[in-house]
């Protein structure tokens, strides 16, 4: 097996409080990782860390990604060599239009990738096949960025984003809230279309259902932000039956 | 010469204009409309004075204006230079009347149908004080449309302009000001006067972009039922001081006004959205709407947003009232950057996203695209 990300000894902080507390995690190539722990015990600070937003402050440790480390890498340099995170709260952007959005960001990333920009007509083609399999109605591409969206069909947007970007590294943060059984079924086949052996998933949740259709090969439970356990699918059985005090205090 | 030392007892054959000056006085830093301009350094400077004398003009397609002058205009418009016009006697601008005094004749023109004009404004001359006059009557029912452009290439002058806009009942106006500046040692007044008809409408889009010293101050009065809607765009960076200042007032019932500002404010420039809406006694059931925003991309930048209203009736229809000062939203920022766009291109698309509306509006793909690289050149 082959480590896509090592995150070793990492603080961080958010106004100068402490969340992360020493986080130490390997993720791999190709594999499912699934990520629980309670309220505010860190794992949006994760992700945001990860992908380099500006209000978390990274005080010690390091995040190797393809064997770098990404820790003063721009957000967008991040992006573009592969890390994407479907935000637990996505935002609303009036009057950015979400097909010209997301077409802007797919050329960065061909351009990135030495490949020449896809024109309207290519991209509106290549997005219609999504919406579709999404089960996404057609008048929310031509809507601005989100706005006025349900909550489930955030969700679904960023999803598209994700298919239409090809991350290597998938960062999902709770992208199950919010989304009915159908939705939920949809997208967890999106997310396994993409499971090609090469594609990595970190996926944030609090809930064993999406856990049954995207089947983790990982399981970490984090806490105080530190990383508590590491082991399969049995521990969402032992979280189930007994909440997460089974797994005691770090 | 120095417009501050502006000797009246030389203009004896304008007396009103003379008289009206001399109660008003000259402008003034106190003055409330140029406080935050910085109007003295402007006004005390020793310019050439050139006032533009009329001369051969040349068919064109649109109406080109070089310091002044008439040079070029489309056949079939027909254009007087009148030495004496009827001035707007309630004005708020010193700079009206100034100019109005200072400019040898006023560029006359009646149009007595629908038309569309491109009017160019060509400014050349280095260190000239330059004032000229445009005075358009529209007839009844008749539909104008202006496009105006501005081109600078003048150093260190001062140019006085403005138009006067009368509009018969029924007439609509439409008066698009792309005014790009790119040269910090330039100052230009504007100063309007725009009376709207009975029933009448005019709608203002200006778009004012750049380094340079600019203000607007426009003075318009509304009939019963006449709507006027104005939007404007403000993209001031470095030492730049763009402005609008305005006086409109609804003199009969049931106008409509809606004013807009966008403002986005770069290093040390400066915006202005100043002045009255002012809805007088017999007015009634006014309906009117203010509405300013601004985004400062940096500190050091500062907008004057004081949009007011005076309301001399009880009886409105509708009034609101809005102003807001913000940097870009750092979350909608990073949600793009996250995507892979770097961060430049993200603060653009915030930035025009926020003008949106506006260009919505004017439903001027052209000049949406014009806009951009304007934008991005002056970055
Ligand atoms: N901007 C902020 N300012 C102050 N505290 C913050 C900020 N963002 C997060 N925190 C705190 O950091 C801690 C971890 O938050 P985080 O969002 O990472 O938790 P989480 O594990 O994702 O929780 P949830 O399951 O509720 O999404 C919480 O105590 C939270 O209050
Ligand atoms: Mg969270």
């Known amino acids: ?250 | 010469m120095k417009p501050i030392a502006l000797n009246l007892d030389a203009y004896s054959h304008k007396k009103a204009i003379v008289q009206k000056l001399r109660s008003m006085g000259m402008p003034t830093p106190k003055t409330e409309h140029y406080r935050y301009f910085g109007i003295k350094p402007i006004l005390e400077r020793d310019y050439t004075f050139l006032p533009p004398e009329p001369g051969a003009i040349e068919p064109g397609d649109h109406l080109e204006i070089v310091d002044g002058r008439v040079a070029q205009a489309p056949k079939g418009l027909y254009i007087e230079h009148l030495p004496q016009v009827r001035v707007d006697d309630s004005h708020y601008d010193q700079i009206y009347y100034i100019s109005h005094l200072l400019a040898p004749a006023t560029i006359q023109i009646e149009i007595e149908e629908d038309m569309e004009l491109p009017i160019t404004h060509k400014f050349t001359q280095n260190g000239a004080f330059i004032p000229y006059r445009i005075k358009f009557l529209v007839h009844e029912g008749v539909k104008f449309k202006i496009k105006e452009e501005m081109v600078v290439v003048s150093e260190g002058s001062l140019y006085f302009y403005g138009y006067d806009i009368q509009i018969a009942p029924k007439g609509e106006v439409r008066l698009v000001s792309n005014r790009v500046t790119n040269i910090e040692d330039f100052a230009l007044f504007g100063s309007h006067s725009i009376e709207v008809g009975k029933e009448a409408t005019f709608t203002l889009f200006t778009f004012d972009l750049g380094n340079a010293k600019t203000i607007h101050n426009y003075h318009t009065i509304l009939h019963e039922r006449a709507s006027h809607e104005a939007n404007h765009v403000i993209f001031a960076k470095r030492q730049a001081r763009l402005g609008n200042t305005f006086h409109i007032e609804h003199r009969g019932k049931e106008a409509t006004t809606t004013q807009r500002s966008r403002n986005i404010l770069k290093d040390r420039g400066r915006g202005i959205f100043d002045g009255l809406l002012i809805v007088k006694n017999p007015a009634k059931f006014a309906s009117i709407t203010q509405s300013s925003k601004t985004i400062l991309l940096n500190d050091g930048a500062y907008m004057v947003s004081k949009p007011q209203m005076e309301i001399y009736t009880e009886y409105i229809t509708q009034a609101s009232h809005g102003s807001t000062t913000g940097h870009l939203d750092e979350e909608a920022l990073f949600y793009l950057r996250q995507r892979g766009i770097a961060l430049e291109e993200a603060k653009e698309m915030l930035v025009l996203s926020f003008l949106e509306e506006i260009f919505t509006r004017l439903g001027d793909e052209e000049l949406r695209r014009e806009f951009i690289a304007i934008y991005e050149e002056r970055q």
Do not use: C
């Open chain 1, 1 to 250: 097996m082959k480590k896509i990300m090592e995150i070793k000894d990492l603080h961080a902080s958010i106004n100068n409080k402490e969340i992360l507390k020493g986080i130490d995690l390997d993720l791999y190539e190709g594999k499912v990782h699934a990520i629980m722990g309670p309220n505010g015990a860190g794992k949006s600070t994760l992700s945001k860390t990860i992908v380099g937003h500006p209000d978390v402050e990274v005080t010690q440790g390091e995040i190797l990604y393809k064997g770098k480390n990404i820790i003063d890498m721009e957000p967008e340099e991040r992006a573009l060599e592969g890390i994407f995170m479907a935000f637990q709260h996505p935002v609303e952007i009036p009057g950015v239009n979400n097909a010209y959005f997301l077409r802007t960001a797919l050329n960065a990333k061909r351009k990135h990738l030495g490949l020449p920009p896809l024109n309207a007509a290519e991209f509106l083609r290549l997005l219609k096949a999504k919406l579709k399999e999404l089960g996404m109605k057609e008048e929310m591409i031509h809507r601005s960025l989100n706005e006025g969206f349900s909550g489930g069909e955030k969700k679904l947007n960023e999803i598209l984003q994700m298919e239409i970007l090809e991350p290597d590294f998938v960062i999902l943060d709770e992208i199950d809230s919010g989304l009915d059984i159908d939705a939920l079924k949809r997208v967890s086949d999106a997310v396994n279309k993409m499971r090609d052996g090469k594609r990595t998933f970190m996926i944030i949740t609090h809930y064993r259902k999406i856990l049954d259709y995207i089947e983790p090969d990982f399981v970490h439970i984090l806490k105080d932000g530190k990383v508590l356990k590491t082991g399969g699918i049995e521990l969402v059985d032992a979280l189930e039956r007994e909440g997460y005090k089974v797994f005691g205090e770090s």
